[in-house]
T-cell receptor
């Protein structure tokens, strides 16, 4: 069974641009979570989607947004990129909302120049 | 608010030594889950264990064992007879089940280096 996949592996942008990161969950999983792992800041929760709806978001500005598609894949969009957005962005999926064992993808390394 | 503390930033041991990684958590919920994840140099977080707040039974899986003590709000992880392949960053995490929160709150991680 395929695990969580993320694309692209690496992404290089310049300040002010927009970045789009993609995630495909494990088959059968309906919940997708996004986390940011920035140097020195640890793993921080960004967004949670389930059944196409945003269920919760972390303490990040509105320029971090996303969506979940009918096939449960998800997209994270970061607008007006800032240097401090450089980080590893990890996507995780889980079976619905009550069973919250989360399985992670390999991440997208975003570098903002 | 929930919080996870991993006081050990870095640990270095020699192969075959036993090592314990500490994790202390804070939560107001009575129902919650605790997790351990491993992050090797490749970056992908690997799930190791999940424990719910009603189950204080210790668990052993091969060389890994976990000690959950609600009285001290701790969920420690021991690797017996460590191997070089155990070198990684280990994260403890907490998830509350009340309200709309399902996300994981992570500790800052412990970098474990196992020397040959």
């Amino acid at each position: 069974e395929a695990g969580v996949t993320q694309s692209p592996t690496h992404l290089i942008k310049t300040r002010g641009q927009q970045a789009t990161l993609r995630c495909s969950p494990i088959s059968g999983h309906t919940s997708v979570y996004w986390y940011q792992q920035a140097l020195g800041l640890g793993l921080q929760f960004l967004l949670w989607y389930d059944e196409g709806e945003e269920r919760n978001r972390g303490n990040f500005p509105p320029r971090f947004s996303g969506r979940q598609f009918p096939n449960y894949s998800s997209e994270l969009n970061v607008n007006a990129l800032e240097l401090e957005d450089s980080a590893l962005y990890l996507c995780a999926s889980s079976l619905g909302t009550s069973y919250n064992e989360q399985f992670f993808g390999p991440g997208t390394r975003l570098t903002v120049l | 608010a929930q919080k996870v503390t991993q006081a050990q930033t870095e640990i270095s041991v020699v192969e075959k030594e036993d090592v314990t990684l500490d994790c202390v958590y804070e939560t107001r919920d009575t129902t919650y889950y605790l997790f351990w994840y491993k992050q090797p140099p490749s970056g992908e977080l690997v799930f190791l264990i999940r424990r719910n707040s009603f189950d204080e039974q210790n668990e052993i899986s091969g060389r890994y064992s976990w000690n959950f003590q609600k009285s001290t709000s701790s969920f420690n992880f021991t690797i017996t007879a460590s191997q070089v392949v155990d070198s990684a960053v280990y994260f403890c995490a907490l998830s509350e089940l009340s309200g709309s929160a399902r996300q994981l709150t992570f500790g800052s991680g412990t970098q474990l280096t196992v020397l040959p």
